[in-house]
């Protein structure tokens, strides 16, 4: 069975403290890694996907890094507008993903 | 620019009624799907459906039905609503031709409250 965990649960940050979101799972065949970001009462919204151990995508001050067996969120300098739940998912050989339970990063000024 | 629209951001129904949650998508994606979404438990699915008149149970099918009459349209129907079905639901839509890089474009979420 697929599993994503996904640590922490919540992340507290002063603005300008970077710090990593992991994201660690065990999946039969992976096609892709995928990272969303949701913001209270809304939907998910897509950020990056991740193929292949060793793969970095970055979008202004967040940074995806995937390895074979987690993926890492880094957030460099993070600004108030940085706080979210950010999840995580995987999708194995079908299209069905499987997502982690979150982190919820809070960014104070 | 809208593109999975879910027709209600907030519900309030009563222990017992039948409930309709309707999701439309304009991007002629194949697959939907219906998740709940709960603090701690993460997204978790309930139904899907890669084709019209197609459904697929999920992980958490019971209490919980669909219908996809047509391409663009994915019902989620609670045959008798129970306090345990207050979530947050969300709607996904999904192509093959495109799920690989994209994964999955999501509606708003509606927030069902069972009292």
């Known amino acids: 069975e697929d599993q994503v965990t996904q640590s922490p649960e919540a992340l507290r940050l002063q603005e300008g403290e970077s710090s990593s979101l992991n994201c660690s799972y065990t999946v039969s065949g992976l096609r892709g890694l995928f990272w969303y970001r949701q913001d209270p009462g809304k939907g998910p919204e897509f950020l990056f996907t991740?193929?292949?151990a060793g793969e970095e995508k970055e979008k202004e001050r967040l940074k995806a890094t995937l390895t074979k067996k987690e993926s890492f969120l880094h957030i460099t300098a993070p600004k108030p507008e940085d706080s979210a739940t950010y999840l995580c998912?995987?999708?194995?050989?079908?299209?069905?993903?499987?997502f982690g339970a979150g982190t919820t990063v809070t960014v104070r000024a | 620019d809208v593109k999975v629209t879910q027709s209600s951001r907030y519900l309030v129904k009563r222990t017992g009624e039948k409930v309709f949650l309707e999701c439309v998508q304009d991007?002629?994606?194949?697959?939907m799907f219906w998740y709940r979404q709960d603090p701690g438990l993460g997204l978790r699915l309930i139904y899907f459906s890669y084709d019209v008149k197609m459904k697929e149970k999920g992980d958490i099918p019971e209490g919980y039905s669909v219908s996809r009459e047509k391409k663009e349209r994915f019902s989620l129907i609670l045959e008798s609503a129970s306090t345990n079905q207050t979530s947050m639901y969300l709607c996904a839509s999904s192509s093959p031709r495109t799920d690989r890089t994209y994964g999955y474009t999501f509606g708003s979420g509606t927030r069902l409250t069972v009292v």
């Open positions: 998912a995987v999708q194995p050989d079908d299209y069905k993903l499987s």
């Open positions: 991007m002629d994606h194949e697959n």
């Open positions: 991740l193929y292949s």
